[in-house]
Structures are given as structure tokens and as C-alpha cells.
């Protein structure tokens, strides 16, 4: 591996138009179905991303798996090949210096530690009569590290990942209902499985109890892993190329209030110890910490170094690859809503009646230029913070730029990978 990184830099340096991302991952996956072992599989992975920059500002890029000097040479030859009819781009000027970001130490979880937590997670969920099946556990961890190489110079980060999933199914004399729940972090001591498999078992007890109901219009309270579909709808008009392309519904509101004095958005690509914290982004450029809305004023937007150029802006650190085949594009790093005051039950009870959404359907058809959605929803009525009926087959349907004018924001800032969000409570939305 050192000698394929000292040769690409070799390369870069001698040919202005040559950039390598390069990328080895190795790690394990565990699969349990039923409680019994179902899968396991350790794997590493070397890839070369190699990016080729014409003389008329057009990139082509190709992907190998074959690292000899061959297999590196025919890559070049088919990237320069395909900048030919390539895409607009820049290589933007990698800086002297860059954030100072601490490397989390990896190391292999023990194998009796990890059974153990198996064994205390499984313990809870049997000692609940209504948890028909414990379906499915996963548990993976890997290290994956990154070589951007140009101009001679080589900057690298590795990222440790542990991940916990787990779906059961809950009966009740209604029906079966299953859920799931799940964590991603950089270390393993962050993963509390008796509590993601709480989570888990709440959710599908919950929905094993519900019925179709009839419309109301009634304050609606998503928790975190339910919130991040709506942050992931707002987040569209926050990117600077669709700003740049005018699709942005925020195009023109910088610096306007747009949303609730309560909301406080942040992309921060130096968090500590969250998945997508690094010194630099996929282009090379400094990542930091930036404030989109502050006090529901629109503060700023992301950009990567093309769309900035366009725009008379700097980068600010949002490139990134959506895998090693497709070209840096702008992206957030570690999205989150900024936590508030309330706690979850101080949410329920802020009305006299609450729902609580525990499953989303069909987030992914919302419209993110103009913001409308519909989804289909299941969940709790709450009365006063007692839970009265368990509703399901419910539809939400609204635009999510009024949605964010008047919201409570809780205290339970929660990431799921470098996405994260408290609970949100909206005062009235119609549920039909």
C-alpha cells in the first residue's frame, strides 16, 4: 500500500491533471436471525478513485480495483479518455495547513464483550411476553482510510465504524408488527445495545396496538429518528449548487428570518467523534463548522469549490464523493438540528393532545424544491402524556418551510451516523 501511495504521488506530481482518491476498508460483519449465528464475514477492500482535469477545464473520472502500476496506468488512460466529454470542474488549491482532528484509536471489540451485551439486550426483550420473534441483530465494525492525493502531496484520515441493529416483532390481540432500531458510531463503548433494543421493542409493541382512526387536527411531536426525515427534506435548499441553479425555495433568504426563532441548524465537519469528522473534505479543502440557521434566520449555505467559484464564494469544506466512480459533489458532513430546552415528556404534555409519530412511509416522495409532502404515519395519541389510542394507516401531509415557522425543539439530540436531531413538536398539523 505505501509504495502505490508514494507512486501516485509520483504521478500527481509530474502530471498537474492527475488526482487519486484512494480508499481501504477492512472490517467484520455479524448477522444473527432468530438468536442463532446467520453470517459472518470479514472482509478489505482497496479502491482508486482517479480524476483527470483537461486543459479546457473538463474532468473525466475512472475507478479500479487493480492497483499494480497497470491497473493504475489503464485507470489514468481512461479518465483522460472521458475528460474529453467530462463535466466543468476545478481543482482547487490545497492550503498549507489544516484543522487539527484527533484520530480515533480503532481497535476489534472482544468477542465476549460483545455476546455479553447480546445476552443482556436478548434477556429484555424475552422478559416482555408480547415480543413474538427477535428477528434479526447485526453488529459490524470497520476502518476505513482515506488518501487524497495531488500535486505531490498525499492527505490521509481513517475512520473507525461500529454499527447495531436489531428488528423484533411484537403480537398483541390485534396483530404482529415489527420494528427496528439501530446505532452507528466511532467507538464501540458508545453502543448501548440494551437501550437501541428498548427502542426497538417500544416502537413495535406500539404499533402491534394500532387501528385506523378518524382525521384530526392535532399537535404532532417526531421524535429524533423520525425528525431526520424532515431534516433531510430541508437540508435540499441548503446546498449551494441548488442555490446556484436557482431550485433553492432559500435561493434569496439569506439572512432573512424564514423559520422559528427556536431552530438552530449546523453542519459541523469537525464534531468530535462523528463518522464524517476530518481535516479536509474530498477535494481537499478545510472542513469546519457551519451555522445554516441561527435563531431561524438563514445564515448561510454549503458549498463545494466549483459551485463556490460560480458564486464568487470559498469552499466550505462540503465535497464529497457519493461513491469512487462519481466526481466530489457538494454534501453535508455531520447535519444536526441544534438540541432545546424540553425534555420528550415536557413535549407530550405542552397540549392536550399529542401524536407521536413512530413510523414514516413514503418520505422519500416529498418534493424537496418546493418542500410539500404526504406521508403515511403510525403512532400514539397521547392525552395530557398518557398514551390513548395507537393509530396507524394516518396520513401527514403539509409543506415543510410553514412546518419550521412555529416548532418546539427538544433536548434529545441524537445522531443515527452523521445525521442528528431532537424531538420536534408542532402545535398543529392536520392527520387524516
Same mark, same amino acid.
Given at each position: 500500500?505505501?509504495?502505490?501511495?508514494?507512486?501516485?504521488?509520483?504521478?500527481?506530481?509530474?502530471?498537474?491533471?492527475?488526482?487519486?482518491?484512494?480508499?481501504?476498508?477492512?472490517?467484520?460483519?455479524?448477522?444473527?436471525?432468530?438468536?442463532?449465528?446467520?453470517?459472518?464475514?470479514?472482509?478489505?477492500?482497496?479502491?482508486?478513485?482517479?480524476?483527470?482535469?483537461?486543459?479546457?477545464?473538463?474532468?473525466?473520472?475512472?475507478?479500479?480495483?487493480?492497483?499494480?502500476?497497470?491497473?493504475?496506468?489503464?485507470?489514468?488512460?481512461? =479518465?483522460?479518455?472521458?475528460?474529453?466529454?467530462?463535466?466543468? =470542474?476545478?481543482?482547487?488549491?490545497?492550503? +498549507?495547513?489544516?484543522?487539527?482532528?484527533?484520530?480515533?484509536?480503532?481497535?476489534?471489540?472482544?468477542?465476549?464483550?460483545?455476546? /455479553?451485551?447480546?445476552?443482556?439486550? !436478548?434477556?429484555?426483550?424475552?422478559?416482555?411476553?408480547?415480543?413474538?420473534?427477535?428477528? !434479526?441483530?447485526?453488529?459490524?465494525?470497520?476502518?476505513?482510510?482515506?488518501?487524497?492525493? !495531488?500535486?505531490?502531496?498525499?492527505?490521509?484520515?481513517?475512520?473507525?465504524?461500529?454499527?447495531?441493529?436489531?428488528?423484533?416483532?411484537?403480537?398483541?390481540?390485534?396483530?404482529?408488527?415489527?420494528?427496528?432500531?439501530?446505532?452507528?458510531?466511532?467507538?464501540?463503548?458508545?453502543?448501548?445495545?440494551?437501550?437501541?433494543?428498548?427502542?426497538?421493542?417500544?416502537?413495535?409493541?406500539?404499533?402491534?396496538?394500532?387501528?385506523? $382512526?378518524?382525521?384530526?387536527?392535532?399537535?404532532?411531536?417526531?421524535?429524533? +429518528?423520525?425528525?431526520?426525515?424532515?431534516?433531510?427534506?430541508?437540508?435540499?435548499?441548503?446546498?449551494?449548487?441548488?442555490?446556484?441553479?436557482?431550485?433553492?425555495?432559500?435561493?434569496?433568504?439569506?439572512?432573512?428570518?424564514?423559520?422559528?426563532?427556536?431552530?438552530?441548524?449546523?453542519?459541523?465537519?469537525?464534531?468530535? +467523534?462523528?463518522?464524517?469528522? !476530518?481535516?479536509?473534505?474530498?477535494?481537499?479543502?478545510?472542513?469546519?463548522? /457551519?451555522?445554516?440557521?441561527?435563531?431561524?434566520?438563514?445564515?448561510?449555505?454549503?458549498?463545494?469549490?466549483?459551485?463556490?467559484?460560480?458564486?464568487?464564494?470559498?469552499?466550505?469544506?462540503? =465535497?464529497?464523493?457519493?461513491?469512487?466512480?462519481?466526481?466530489?459533489?457538494?454534501?453535508?458532513?455531520?447535519?444536526?438540528?441544534?438540541?432545546?430546552?424540553?425534555?420528550?415528556?415536557?413535549?407530550?404534555?405542552?397540549?392536550?393532545?399529542?401524536?407521536?409519530?413512530?413510523?414514516?412511509? $413514503? =418520505?422519500?416522495?416529498?418534493?424537496?424544491?418546493?418542500?410539500?409532502?404526504?406521508?403515511?404515519?403510525?403512532?400514539?395519541?397521547?392525552? /395530557?402524556?398518557?398514551?390513548? /389510542?395507537?393509530?396507524?394507516?394516518?396520513?401527514?401531509? $403539509?409543506?415543510?418551510?410553514?412546518?419550521?415557522?412555529?416548532?418546539?425543539?427538544?433536548?434529545?439530540?441524537?445522531?443515527?451516523?452523521?445525521?442528528?436531531?431532537?424531538?420536534?413538536?408542532?402545535?398543529?398539523?392536520?392527520?387524516?
Amino acid at each position: 500500500m505505501r509504495d502505490s501511495i508514494e507512486y501516485l504521488a509520483e504521478l500527481t506530481e509530474k502530471e498537474k491533471a492527475l488526482e487519486f482518491f484512494l480508499t481501504r476498508e477492512s472490517g467484520v460483519h455479524l448477522e444473527w436471525r432468530d438468536t442463532k449465528p446467520f453470517l459472518e464475514k470479514s472482509y478489505e477492500e482497496k479502491a482508486l478513485s482517479v480524476r483527470y482535469l483537461n486543459n479546457k477545464g473538463l474532468c473525466g473520472i475512472s475507478y479500479t480495483l487493480d492497483l499494480t502500476k497497470e491497473g493504475i496506468e489503464a485507470a489514468i488512460e481512461r =479518465a483522460s479518455f472521458l475528460s474529453k466529454k467530462g463535466l466543468p =470542474a476545478i481543482y482547487p488549491e490545497l492550503p +498549507e495547513g489544516y484543522p487539527e482532528v484527533k484520530e480515533i484509536e480503532y481497535s476489534e471489540p472482544q468477542r465476549e464483550e460483545l455476546l /455479553k451485551n447480546l445476552e443482556k439486550e !436478548r434477556e429484555y426483550l424475552f422478559s416482555k411476553s408480547y415480543i413474538e420473534r427477535l428477528e !434479526r441483530e447485526s453488529f459490524s465494525f470497520s476502518k476505513e482510510e482515506i488518501f487524497l492525493i !495531488r500535486e505531490g502531496r498525499v492527505l490521509s484520515f481513517s475512520i473507525p465504524e461500529f454499527t447495531f441493529f436489531v428488528s423484533v416483532v411484537a403480537k398483541s390481540d390485534k396483530k404482529s408488527a415489527s420494528s427496528f432500531a439501530y446505532r452507528s458510531e466511532t467507538s464501540f463503548k458508545r453502543i448501548n445495545f440494551l437501550e437501541i433494543a428498548k427502542e426497538a421493542e417500544r416502537k413495535a409493541r406500539a404499533l402491534s396496538l394500532t387501528e385506523k $382512526g378518524k382525521a384530526l387536527k392535532v399537535a404532532v411531536l417526531f421524535p429524533p +429518528e423520525a425528525s431526520l426525515d424532515l431534516l433531510s427534506l430541508l437540508s435540499f435548499s441548503f446546498k449551494g449548487d441548488e442555490v446556484f441553479k436557482g431550485r433553492s425555495f432559500l435561493k434569496d433568504k439569506l439572512g432573512k428570518e424564514v423559520f422559528s426563532k427556536k431552530l438552530n441548524i449546523i453542519d459541523d465537519g469537525l464534531y468530535p +467523534e462523528l463518522p464524517e469528522t !476530518r481535516p479536509f473534505d474530498d477535494e481537499g479543502m478545510p472542513q469546519g463548522r /457551519k451555522i445554516l440557521v441561527k435563531s431561524g434566520v438563514v445564515e448561510g449555505f454549503i458549498w463545494d469549490a466549483y459551485y463556490g467559484k460560480l458564486k464568487g464564494l470559498s469552499s466550505t469544506g462540503n =465535497a464529497r464523493r457519493p461513491d469512487l466512480t462519481s466526481p466530489p459533489k457538494v454534501d453535508f458532513t455531520n447535519l444536526f438540528i441544534e438540541a432545546g430546552e424540553k425534555t420528550p415528556l415536557e413535549l407530550l404534555t405542552l397540549h392536550n393532545f399529542t401524536f407521536e409519530v413512530l413510523e414514516v412511509l $413514503g =418520505a422519500h416522495t416529498a418534493n424537496p424544491v418546493s418542500g410539500d409532502f404526504s406521508v403515511g404515519v403510525s403512532g400514539i395519541l397521547y392525552e /395530557k402524556g398518557e398514551p390513548v /389510542k395507537y393509530l396507524s394507516e394516518m396520513g401527514l401531509s $403539509g409543506n415543510i418551510f410553514e412546518l419550521f415557522r412555529d416548532l418546539e425543539v427538544g433536548e434529545d439530540l441524537t445522531f443515527f451516523g452523521n445525521t442528528g436531531s431532537p424531538s420536534l413538536l408542532f402545535p398543529v398539523m392536520d392527520l387524516g
